[in-house]
């Protein structure tokens, strides 16, 4: 897969392939991300969360990078599969504002 | 559990037409909030609730109003709809301090408004 930023909107990639998908935060204040998936006409799913603390979590299939010095988040998915196509989101939490902050989403298309 | 519950599915309101978009959750959370959704956009808060009693306004409340007067319930009031506040409106809820996966969203209510 290919390394896209939220300014580029759908990415496609061949099924079994590694899905990468990049999100870009503000708030420095912010100590808690999350990347949700969205489904056509369903409500966000969470996915997986990773706390400013770390710089790295695994779950199944997928893992989260952030780098906090460049206020960069990074979904990766490892061998994509037809049921990924979905548009995904990041998501910050700030604990003091107690607000969940979206970003724009990526459309994650993939091709049999 | 049913978890968080949004009623109607779909709705079209004509400009200046008033109307309340029903959300319902039965794991006693204490958190609800209601999002936007504009086409290709991530959600956008509009109110939120941190117990029954208790609202705050998020990035976009005007035009809406919200009243928590139980746990389970937090409607979503349009008291005057303008074609601006077409969208896709989502509740969610979760326990106080939690976020992440105890975060629930519910299906959604898609509003036209001409």
């Known amino acids: 897969g290919e390394s896209v930023g939220l300014h580029l909107p759908t990415l496609s990639v061949q099924e079994g392939d590694n899905s990468i998908i990049n999100c870009a935060y503000s708030?420095?204040?912010?100590?808690?991300f999350i990347w949700y998936k969205q489904e056509s006409g369903k409500g966000p799913q969470f996915i997986i969360d990773?706390?400013?603390?770390?710089d790295k979590r695994q779950g199944q299939r997928v893992t989260v990078l952030l780098n906090k010095t460049v206020k960069h988040l990074s979904l990766q998915i490892a061998a994509t599969q037809p049921g990924d196509s979905a548009v995904y989101f990041c998501?910050?939490?700030?604990?003091?504002?107690?607000?969940?902050?979206f970003g724009g989403g990526t459309r994650l298309m993939v091709k049999p | 559990n049913a978890g968080v519950t949004q009623t109607p599915k779909f709705q079209v309101l004509k400009t200046g037409q008033s109307m309340t978009l029903q959300c319902a959750q039965d794991?006693?959370?204490?958190?609800m909030s209601w999002y936007r959704q504009d086409p290709g956009m991530g959600l956008r808060l509009i109110h939120y609730s941190v117990g029954a009693g208790i609202t705050d306004q998020g990035e976009v409340p005007n035009g809406y109003n919200v009243s928590r007067s139980t746990t389970e319930d937090f409607p979503l009031r349009l008291l005057s709809a303008a074609p601006s506040q077409t969208s896709v409106y989502f509740c969610a809820s979760r326990p106080q301090g939690g976020a992440g996966e105890t975060q629930y969203f519910g299906p959604g209510t898609r509003l036209l408004v001409l």
């Open positions: 990773i706390r400013s603390n770390m």
């Open positions: 708030n420095s204040a912010s100590d808690y």
């Open positions: 998501a910050d939490f700030n604990n003091a504002g107690n607000m969940l902050t």
């Open positions: 794991m006693n959370h204490e958190y």
